[in-house]
């Protein structure tokens, strides 16, 4: 047997290096099954034997501790298949093949590349050459057996666990608040503050109803909340730091807290990258599920309650995705950035004037933290902006622009795409060209054949990278539009506006459309709202709103209407004022004619002077004054007045009048007053 061993193995295996592979599956087993790490060291001296230098020995042990069960994480095992697929490699040595590996695709994977490049494999039952198909047959056998074989292992060991998960005696990891006692029985923690912390915790939620709410009365009062470590050097310890909001909704989501032991509540699967990831499961699919198992903080009903109160909260989601259309009147769901922080924003509605409004928020930050929201932007003026941009855009000079962008783009991915075919020719050529040069040199002549196969290789790759780039520029390519697709398109010009305009059109089809024109839009609000509009294609426009009004400034008058009032005051009385505004077309601040009353609420509101303080500015005389420089009793006056003798002006409503003084104060006696009066009523 060892004549044959060493037949195997030849002078061009000799000039590359033995690897050997060293790897326990735990830390625990590296430290406790000391025996088996001294076999796979040991193995070293079975290269020697076979006429390896010692220095020529390569020990790969970077792996101790890690699961065979994959080679994602396991740096050492791809360190081993790349320098075999570079053909450094002579012999890999493992103690048996379940300390290579232990998934059929990575052992088999091995097994190909060693054949390729011609390396042997030796483990503690014998040496192996992949390029003989009895060798080859026996190590895929026993590659086979080492995966059934963890799989037994991880079955028994799984069925175990689900017995105890069952019978609720697992001993799982606790949340913070709970300990496990001498007996191994679940208690709640000794330490009194973490116990009166959890019950405040509760009795917060219980009264405000929400984890927000709870949170912000955490960092409102400054109180720290407990927390154990699960990783790291400091494993186990009990540290304490402000209270966030998924932790909260961690903390309220625990049926342990409640008293119950579960068990099943995640399920965790392999992904095609190798990497675990972790599924929810509804509560009708937990493997076990047991109320009152152990003392608990809140009681079960408390739970459910908690539960519910949680569900009804939840009402917009704010994500980092774009979501799909739903039918809410918000046109830009999913669709909106904040220009502050650059996250999505969410929504909310709000009734104004008995119809659905968005309210465009950021309040992820917010909502972590119990801090201010970022920005909220009442949405109602930015669908409307958004609507009349969209349907002003959507016009056949724009579409024919389209439609000539659509040819150019696709003249010029034509273009890259036959460049990047005559690449992958001539990376062919290049890669056909070192093989043949290979094959024809002495394979035992070492020092060119070596430099060959590694020109060879590089070539492949360069082959492999233009190939990929052309696959990725066939997926990245404009697809060709058809004459009758680009008909529609024209069509579309007179069909948008008016389909879009048409109150049966539901919102989300608003929305569906809005998504084949608009990539995102980003909103900043300053003294102005600022709208960023990002086409697809690249096109970007910017769209400048003003801020909406609070309810009483949205009321309030005009000030173009109050300078009018002001104005018009020093010819007409109130009761006119307001005719003359309703003839110009003027409104109050909701909307409502004019009248009298309200003429006189906005002269009070603004200060303004009065009709009768204006006509004495200007010289008027008083019922009483004017009688008093004529002589005459004030009935007189009014009496001159009806007869035109005497020259008034009213100020109100009643017809009360102030009078011009006349040009001489001091009237003839007798006859001639009443021709006086005349003439002084001409002037």
Request: glycine share 8%; hydrophobic share 35%; charged share 30%.
């Given at each position: 047997?060892?004549?044959?061993?060493?037949?195997?193995?030849?002078?061009?295996?000799?000039?590359?290096?033995?690897?050997?592979?060293?790897?326990?599956?735990?830390?625990?087993?590296?430290?406790?099954?000391?025996?088996?790490?001294?076999?796979?060291?040991?193995?070293?001296?079975?290269?020697?034997?076979?006429?390896?230098?010692?220095?020529?020995?390569?020990?790969i042990?970077?792996?101790?501790?890690?699961?065979?069960?994959?080679?994602?994480?396991?740096?050492?095992?791809?360190?081993?298949?790349?320098?075999?697929?570079?053909?450094?490699?002579?012999?890999?040595?493992?103690?048996?093949?379940?300390?290579?590996?232990?998934?059929?695709?990575?052992w088999?994977?091995?097994?190909?590349?060693?054949?390729?490049?011609?390396?042997?494999?030796?483990?503690?039952?014998?040496?192996?050459?992949?390029?003989?198909?009895?060798?080859?047959?026996?190590?895929?056998?026993?590659?086979?057996?080492?995966?059934?074989?963890?799989?037994?292992?991880?079955?028994?060991?799984?069925?175990?666990?689900?017995?105890?998960?069952?019978?609720?005696?697992?001993?799982?990891?606790?949340?913070?608040?709970?300990?496990?006692?001498?007996?191994?029985?679940?208690?709640?923690?000794?330490?009194?503050?973490?116990?009166?912390?959890?019950?405040?915790?509760?009795?917060?939620?219980?009264?405000?109803?929400?984890?927000t709410?709870?949170?912000?009365?955490?960092?409102?009062?400054?109180?720290?909340?407990?927390?154990?470590?699960r990783?790291?050097?400091?494993?186990?310890?009990?540290?304490?730091?402000?209270?966030?909001?998924?932790?909260?909704?961690?903390?309220?989501?625990?049926?342990?807290?409640?008293?119950?032991?579960?068990?099943?509540?995640?399920?965790?699967?392999?992904?095609?990258?190798?990497?675990?990831?972790?599924?929810?499961?509804?509560?009708?699919?937990w493997i076990?599920?047991?109320?009152?198992?152990?003392?608990?903080?809140i009681?079960?009903?408390?739970?459910?309650?908690?539960?519910?109160?949680?569900?009804?909260?939840?009402?917009?989601?704010?994500?980092?995705?774009r979501?799909?259309?739903?039918?809410?009147?918000?046109?830009?769901?999913?669709?909106?950035?904040?220009?502050?922080?650059?996250?999505?924003?969410s929504?909310?509605?709000?009734?104004?004037?008995?119809?659905?409004?968005?309210?465009?928020?950021?309040?992820?930050?917010?909502?972590?933290?119990?801090?201010?929201?970022?920005?909220?932007?009442?949405?109602?003026?930015?669908?409307?902006?958004?609507?009349?941009?969209l349907?002003?855009?959507?016009?056949?000079?724009?579409l024919?622009?389209?439609?000539?962008?659509?040819?150019e783009?696709q003249?010029?991915?034509?273009?890259?795409?036959?460049?990047?075919?005559?690449?992958?020719?001539?990376?062919?050529?290049?890669?056909?060209?070192?093989?043949?040069?290979?094959?024809?040199?002495?394979?035992?002549?070492?020092?060119?054949a070596?430099?060959?196969?590694?020109?060879?290789?590089?070539?492949?790759?360069?082959?492999?990278?233009?190939?990929?780039?052309?696959?990725?520029?066939?997926?990245?390519?404009?697809?060709?539009?058809?004459?009758?697709?680009?008909?529609?398109?024209?069509?579309?010009?007179?069909?948008f506006?008016?389909?879009?305009?048409?109150?049966?059109?539901?919102?989300?089809?608003?929305?569906?459309?809005?998504?084949?024109?608009?990539e995102?839009?980003?909103?900043?609000?300053?003294?102005?709202?600022?709208?960023?509009?990002?086409?697809?294609?690249?096109?970007?426009?910017?769209?400048?709103?003003?801020?909406?009004?609070?309810?009483p400034?949205?009321?309030?008058?005009?000030?173009?209407?109050?300078?009018?009032?002001?104005?018009?005051?020093?010819?007409?009385?109130?009761?006119?004022?307001?005719?003359?505004?309703?003839?110009r077309?003027?409104?109050?601040?909701?909307?409502?004619?004019?009248?009298?009353?309200?003429?006189?609420?906005?002269?009070?509101?603004?200060?303004?002077?009065?009709?009768?303080?204006?006509?004495?500015?200007?010289g008027?005389?008083?019922?009483?004054?004017?009688?008093?420089?004529?002589?005459?009793?004030?009935?007189?006056?009014?009496?001159w007045?009806?007869?035109?003798?005497?020259?008034?002006?009213?100020?109100?409503?009643?017809?009360e009048?102030?009078?011009?003084?006349?040009?001489?104060?001091?009237?003839?006696?007798?006859k001639?007053?009443?021709?006086?009066?005349q003439?002084?009523?001409?002037?």
């Amino acid at each position: 047997m060892d004549r044959e061993m060493h037949q195997k193995v030849t002078a061009r295996h000799l000039k590359r290096d033995a690897y050997l592979y060293v790897r326990q599956s735990t830390l625990r087993q590296v430290f406790e099954n000391t025996e088996s790490t001294h076999r796979q060291y040991a193995l070293r001296e079975r290269a020697v034997a076979l006429g390896w230098p010692t220095e020529r020995v390569v020990v790969i042990d970077e792996d101790l501790g890690q699961s065979g069960a994959s080679m994602a994480g396991r740096e050492g095992f791809q360190r081993l298949v790349t320098d075999v697929g570079m053909g450094r490699v002579g012999i890999v040595l493992g103690l048996e093949v379940s300390r290579l590996a232990r998934c059929s695709s990575d052992w088999y994977r091995l097994l190909e590349i060693c054949a390729l490049t011609d390396t042997l494999i030796l483990d503690e039952d014998g040496l192996y050459d992949s390029n003989s198909f009895n060798d080859r047959l026996l190590l895929g056998l026993k590659g086979t057996m080492s995966e059934a074989e963890l799989h037994f292992l991880q079955m028994r060991l799984r069925g175990g666990i689900l017995s105890k998960a069952r019978r609720g005696e697992l001993k799982a990891p606790l949340p913070v608040g709970f300990v496990y006692g001498p007996d191994n029985q679940v208690s709640l923690d000794p330490d009194q503050q973490v116990q009166e912390t959890l019950r405040l915790f509760f009795l917060t939620f219980r009264r405000t109803g929400s984890a927000t709410a709870t949170v912000k009365a955490f960092r409102e009062q400054g109180i720290p909340f407990p927390r154990r470590l699960r990783t790291g050097p400091r494993k186990g310890e009990l540290v304490w730091c402000p209270l966030v909001h998924s932790r909260a909704l961690q903390i309220l989501k625990n049926p342990r807290y409640a008293g119950a032991f579960f068990f099943g509540r995640m399920r965790n699967r392999r992904g095609p990258d190798g990497r675990h990831k972790t599924d929810k499961l509804p509560r009708e699919e937990w493997i076990s599920l047991l109320p009152d198992a152990h003392p608990g903080y809140i009681s079960w009903d408390e739970f459910e309650e908690n539960g519910r109160r949680l569900r009804d909260n939840a009402r917009t989601l704010g994500t980092e995705r774009r979501s799909p259309p739903r039918e809410g009147p918000a046109l830009l769901q999913g669709l909106i950035i904040c220009g502050r922080c650059g996250r999505r924003m969410s929504f909310r509605y709000h009734l104004y004037r008995g119809r659905l409004v968005p309210d465009y928020i950021c309040q992820r930050e917010g909502i972590e933290h119990a801090e201010p929201l970022c920005q909220a932007i009442p949405g109602r003026t930015i669908d409307e902006a958004i609507g009349q941009l969209l349907v002003e855009s959507v016009t056949p000079m724009a579409l024919e622009v389209v439609l000539a962008i659509d040819d150019e783009l696709q003249r010029r991915a034509d273009e890259v795409e036959r460049l990047l075919r005559q690449e992958v020719e001539r990376a062919r050529y290049e890669a056909d060209l070192a093989q043949r040069r290979y094959l024809r040199v002495d394979p035992d002549y070492r020092l060119v054949a070596d430099a060959l196969e590694a020109a060879w290789n590089q070539r492949l790759r360069e082959l492999e990278e233009a190939q990929h780039r052309l696959e990725e520029e066939k997926k990245a390519k404009v697809t060709v539009l058809s004459e009758e697709k680009r008909q529609q398109i024209r069509e579309l010009a007179a069909d948008f506006p008016r389909l879009w305009q048409d109150p049966r059109t539901p919102s989300r089809e608003r929305k569906r459309m809005a998504r084949l024109l608009i990539e995102d839009v980003t909103l900043l609000k300053g003294e102005l709202i600022t709208v960023h509009v990002r086409f697809r294609g690249g096109a970007t426009r910017t769209i400048q709103l003003p801020l909406l009004l609070s309810a009483p400034d949205a009321r309030r008058t005009p000030r173009q209407v109050v300078e009018e009032v002001d104005r018009l005051l020093d010819q007409y009385t109130e009761e006119e004022v307001a005719t003359e505004l309703n003839a110009r077309g003027f409104r109050t601040g909701t909307g409502q004619p004019f009248d009298g009353q309200l003429v006189r609420y906005i002269r009070y509101t603004y200060k303004l002077k009065d009709r009768y303080a204006r006509l004495r500015e200007t010289g008027l005389l008083t019922k009483k004054e004017i009688a008093q420089r004529l002589g005459i009793v004030p009935r007189t006056v009014s009496s001159w007045h009806r007869q035109g003798l005497l020259q008034g002006i009213p100020y109100d409503e009643k017809g009360e009048c102030l009078y011009q003084p006349p040009a001489n104060d001091i009237p003839p006696k007798g006859k001639h007053k009443r021709s006086w009066l005349q003439k002084n009523a001409a002037l």
